[in-house]
């Protein structure tokens, strides 16, 4: 059983938008670092946005001012609205639960869902 499930992926026009989803348990949510990473054909995988337990947000520079990453603590869940998006946008997109415990970590990975931008 998936613990942390992507949704909202798709094709989309350059300039287009769209908002991902990453709904996860309760006992993961409310443990830990929710981020969205992607990754693009022949490159490495990045992280695109974080939100910490304290409500801080980061964004990569790619993507800074264009993409807002939030979350609805009543549904465990976290969202990613992309707005203008561009073809080098395209990517599977994964969702990623960070929880550490006493020293050890505990990695959580969606099983990512595809963001297309063309023409």
């Known amino acids: 059983q998936a613990q942390v499930v992507e949704s909202g992926g798709g094709l989309v026009q350059p300039g287009g938008s769209l908002r991902l989803s990453c709904s996860t348990s309760a006992f993961i949510f409310s443990r830990s670092e929710m981020s969205w990473y992607r990754r693009a054909p022949g490159k490495e995988r990045e992280l695109v946005a974080q939100?910490?337990?304290?409500?801080?947000?980061y964004y990569a520079d790619s993507v800074k001012g264009r993409f807002t990453m939030s979350e609805d603590n009543a549904k465990n869940t976290v969202y990613l609205q992309m707005n203008s998006l561009k073809p080098d946008d395209t990517a599977v997109y994964y969702c990623?639960?960070?929880?550490?415990?006493?020293?050890?970590?505990?990695?959580?990975w969606g099983q990512g869902t595809q963001v297309t931008v063309s023409s």
């Open positions: 990623y639960a960070g929880r550490r415990q006493f020293g050890a970590k505990f990695d959580y």
């Open positions: 939100i910490s337990s304290g409500g801080g947000t």
